[in-house]
């Protein structure tokens, strides 16, 4: 579905999504719009061998979704403008009773990232679990300050009742950001790269903790050791 999602009830997509070159939406099965995913997957890879500015594994921005998974990769081999990136949604969303087993990888150096296993950042995620990595692998030195903000569920927004077990992955071996004379804004953690007041119930595989690079913290809310209650769907992704 393109630009203005309708609703979409128990559908789903097993093909490739293969951008070449670049765009604003790019979605597992629709675009942009405040609509309802129920009961849906997608299981076909996002490739984006230019940019996108926001990408989902379902839905590109927004979306009100619930009882639905991605288990896509996304990998974006040139991200040069600011962007956002999710398991299922790219910004924005609205996510219950959710997961994703999807890996997030983005090569190159972006000016302003936000990214996570559920949710880009800025919506809200509930009763949802994230098993896949989310990584940025650096190439070449930045010639300006970033902000590199990403989680295990969101890298904004708020969480609760949420688990993630992938592995937040800012990748160093080409290039060190660390030190290189900017005053980049990086925040990264096993729930939210920064947390939010309304957040609480939310756990991490302490197997799989977030890398974070020396000299910034990891954003991971206070109460992540609280119990949890994972919804019926979620035994699908085991």
Request: glycine letters at 16%.
């Given at each position: 579905v393109g630009y203005g999602c309708s609703d979409i009830y128990n559908s789903y997509n097993k093909g490739k999504i293969t951008l070449n070159g670049s765009g604003s939406y790019v979605g597992g099965l629709c675009t942009y719009g405040s609509n309802i995913i129920k009961n849906s997957y997608n299981t076909g890879d996002l490739e984006i061998v230019g940019y996108s500015e926001m990408t989902g594994g379902l839905i590109a921005s927004r979306g009100i979704i619930s009882n639905?998974?991605?288990?896509?990769?996304?990998?974006?081999?040139?991200?040069?403008?600011?962007?956002?990136?999710?398991?299922?949604?790219?910004?924005?969303g609205t996510i219950t009773d959710s997961y994703n087993i999807g890996?997030?990888?983005?090569?190159?150096?972006?000016?302003?990232?936000?990214?996570?296993?559920?949710?880009?950042?800025?919506?809200?995620?509930?009763?949802?679990?994230?098993?896949?990595?989310?990584?940025?692998?650096?190439k070449e030195p930045y010639t300006?300050?970033?902000?590199?903000?990403?989680?295990?569920?969101?890298?904004?927004?708020?969480?609760?009742?949420?688990?993630?077990?992938?592995?937040?992955?800012?990748?160093?071996?080409?290039?060190?950001?660390?030190?290189?004379?900017f005053n980049h804004s990086i925040a990264v953690g096993e729930i939210l790269g920064r947390a939010n007041s309304n957040s609480s119930g939310n756990k991490f595989n302490t197997k799989s903790t977030a890398f974070v690079i020396?000299?910034?913290?990891?954003?991971?809310?206070?109460?992540?050791?609280?119990?949890?209650?994972i919804f019926a769907i979620l035994m699908f992704a085991m």
């Amino acid at each position: 579905v393109g630009y203005g999602c309708s609703d979409i009830y128990n559908s789903y997509n097993k093909g490739k999504i293969t951008l070449n070159g670049s765009g604003s939406y790019v979605g597992g099965l629709c675009t942009y719009g405040s609509n309802i995913i129920k009961n849906s997957y997608n299981t076909g890879d996002l490739e984006i061998v230019g940019y996108s500015e926001m990408t989902g594994g379902l839905i590109a921005s927004r979306g009100i979704i619930s009882n639905s998974y991605n288990s896509g990769n996304i990998t974006m081999g040139t991200p040069l403008v600011s962007m956002y990136v999710g398991g299922l949604s790219g910004t924005d969303g609205t996510i219950t009773d959710s997961y994703n087993i999807g890996n997030i990888t983005l090569e190159g150096n972006v000016p302003e990232l936000r990214a996570g296993g559920i949710e880009g950042g800025g919506g809200t995620t509930s009763n949802s679990v994230n098993k896949g990595n989310v990584s940025l692998i650096l190439k070449e030195p930045y010639t300006s300050d970033a902000t590199l903000l990403m989680g295990g569920i969101s890298a904004t927004g708020s969480a609760v009742n949420s688990f993630n077990a992938g592995t937040i992955l800012i990748d160093e071996t080409e290039h060190s950001i660390t030190g290189d004379g900017f005053n980049h804004s990086i925040a990264v953690g096993e729930i939210l790269g920064r947390a939010n007041s309304n957040s609480s119930g939310n756990k991490f595989n302490t197997k799989s903790t977030a890398f974070v690079i020396s000299g910034v913290s990891a954003g991971a809310v206070s109460s992540v050791l609280k119990k949890i209650k994972i919804f019926a769907i979620l035994m699908f992704a085991m």
